[in-house]
């Protein structure tokens, strides 16, 4: 079975910086997804790191409203210029009519879906990026989702079952504290730990499907052929052990992670 290699190097301050023994040197093409939720403290590394950003409707407002409050020494209307969206893309009910006005005036490309009440915003802006970006590669492809946890617990599934929906694309759904990514039982996974800005608590978690065999190596409560399911076992507030987790389960899994304060 194919072994897929994981590594949280969009939290750190360069994508150069060399990982664990063993960590591949291939660096992923980032894109952003901003949501409508607060905006993560580390939101500037993000936007350095993505090839292409979007805001899915109201994730426009956080932008504008909070990355100058990131920035407390810095002009707001400076900050607000340096971190323009490429694209605005949702159902467009909740972004402010100036909020529109403004990136629409510095050349943000704006996409009014509001026809379509089928899918989320997150939905649609996955959709923008696999469909609508022939300048990004998407075969070394990695979307970021910043704010995609937190507030309304209905939003937080929807995000997660996007995870799902695009089960063949790389996603991460991050908030201030922690990540969340998919873990598909089509692979064997290794989880290269950046240990200097995230861990030790993790967990994971059968979302979707009980497993009935899952073995991790690499956690201080390790799994050896262990099933989970709700109502039974399931791994949460496990830590960290080694500098390199591995995976396998026959059923699709979340992979979650605390992120440190430190950055």
Known sequence: MEVM??????????LAVSGAAGEPSAVPNYALVVLNQQLPRFSPLLWKHARVRLCADGGANRVYDEMPKLFPDQDPLDVRYRYKPDVIKGDMDSIRSEVQDFYSNLGTKVVDESHDQETTDLHKCINFILDCTPDLDKSNL?????GAL???FD???GNINVLYRFSGTRIILLSDDCLIYLLPKTHRHEIY??????????????VGAPSTSTTTNG?????????????????TSNVVHDEKVSVHSDADLLWTI??????
């Open 5 to 14: 290699i994981h590594a949280s190097r969009f939290l750190l301050p360069s």
């Open 142 to 146: 990695c979307i970021l989702v910043a």
């Open 150 to 152: 937190g507030g309304r």
């Open 155 to 157: 939003h937080e599934i």
């Open 193 to 206: 730990i950046q240990s200097n800005v995230e861990g030790p608590h993790c967990g994971l978690i059968p």
């Open 219 to 235: 956690l201080k409560w390790d799994l050896n052929n262990m099933g989970m399911n709700f109502g039974g076992l399931i791994s």
């Open 258 to 263: 605390s992120i440190k304060k430190l950055i």
